[in-house]
């Protein structure tokens, strides 16, 4: 039987709903879905906890668990922390060069501003329009 699936069990036999178990443990009743579901696995800190509320040693509530399924899980997690880090990363690159293109458009179009204010208020300044 695999932990979560062992974990399910025990509770239903305590007769604890999702939200009582993890107000016990201290995390979400969505955590308790998660482990229940074999999405994610409990911390070291939480299966101790969660051996000492059902009075069962560790060996007995992690028996049977695939070793190689939680550090494959473990891998996901990272990777996929990983890449939204990587996606945030880039947000902020993004978020710079967008400003520093603002700033380069809102200095020409100042520059350009200013020159029609200067032909408007010195029309007859020759010197000033000569084309080239």
Known sequence: MKFNEKLLSIRKKKGL???ELGMELQVSR???SKWEAGQSYPDFQ???????????????????IDVQDVREKSLTDEKVNSIYLD????????Q???????YIGAALLLMVAAGFLLHLLFPD????WRRM
Request: proline residues 0%.
């Open 17 to 19: 709903s999702q939200e």
């Open 30 to 32: 969505q955590t308790i």
């Open 46 to 64: 939480r299966l101790v906890r969660l051996s000492d509320y059902f009075d069962m040693t560790l060996d007995e509530l992690v028996k049977d």
């Open 87 to 94: 996606v945030e990363n880039g947000k902020a690159k993004l």
């Open 96 to 102: 710079q060069f967008i400003k520093i293109f603002c």
């Open 125 to 128: 300044v020759g010197w000033l």
